[in-house]
């Protein structure tokens, strides 16, 4: 879009019987594209004298608005808001690319938090940015693009155990050695086992890997921050 363009421009001489002149573009500094520009605009009268004029001009971005459909992989939970397109039916729905500009959108997508849960709200990232030579001429409105939905699963986890070894007493009673310990915890999360179980032997007689069974499943808390 072009602004501050007159619509009439005024030339003035010296010789009072000049009332008509010729209006020439001298130049227009750089352009097209986006920015403020100069307009020098020669005046030429009847008489011969000539005057110049410059006129200063304003060209903003072109305005785009997304329209159509995208479908979202589901995802297990990594402590991020990151959304991975499945399938990308988005359009250009308000404005439009010129012909001969080299505009494309890759649209960056967000879940509406990190957190787990089913048929989740993901939307056009408002940061989402065009790529392409002319990309600066244009910009883009997301505010009310499409949204699709997707789910966030629970990450499992894997638990070590303690460790066990006794000498022959007769039962099949087990002492652990050491705590157990969770792998794949998100960096930043607290998760914590508890609970106290007892342990027993599979047999009491002397052997080497022996199952151990607790009384019951260790439980886990968790102390997640929300995003």
């Keep these: 879009t072009t602004s501050n363009v007159p ?3 005024a030339a003035s001489f010296n010789t009072g019987a000049d009332t008509n002149a010729t209006l020439t573009l001298r130049q227009l500094d750089n352009g097209p594209d986006v ?4 307009i020098h605009v020669n005046a030429q009268a009847s008489s011969g004298q000539s005057n110049q004029i410059s006129i200063s001009i304003t060209v903003t971005p072109r305005a785009l608005t997304l329209g159509g459909t995208f479908t979202v992989q589901n995802k297990v939970y990594d402590r991020t808001t990151a959304a991975t397109i499945n399938s990308n039916n988005l359009v250009i ?3 439009d690319i010129l012909t001969g ?14 957190n787990v849960g089913n048929a989740k709200t993901v939307s056009v990232w408002s940061g989402s940015t065009l790529s392409g030579a002319q990309a600066g001429n244009y910009t883009l409105n997301v505010t009310h693009a499409p949204t699709s939905t997707a789910n966030i699963t629970a990450k499992p986890l894997t638990i070590t155990a303690p460790t066990f070894s006794k000498t ?5 009673t087990a002492t652990a050695s050491g705590t157990p310990s969770l792998s794949g915890v998100e960096t930043g999360d ?7 179980p007892t ?11 022996i199952t151990v069974t607790p009384s019951r ?11």
């Design 101 to 114: 500009d080299d505009v494309s959108f890759t649209p960056t997508l967000l879940f509406a938090n990190a």
């Design 93 to 95: 729905v308000d404005g």
């Design 168 to 172: 022959y007493d007769g039962n099949t």
């Design 7 to 9: 619509t009439t421009i």
């Design 217 to 227: 499943s260790e439980e886990h808390t968790s102390e997640l921050q929300s995003h």
């Design 199 to 209: 342990f027993t032997y599979a047999q009491k007689d002397v052997g080497n890997s």
């Design 190 to 196: 607290t998760v914590t086992i508890t609970g106290s």
């Design 35 to 38: 920015g403020t520009y100069t």
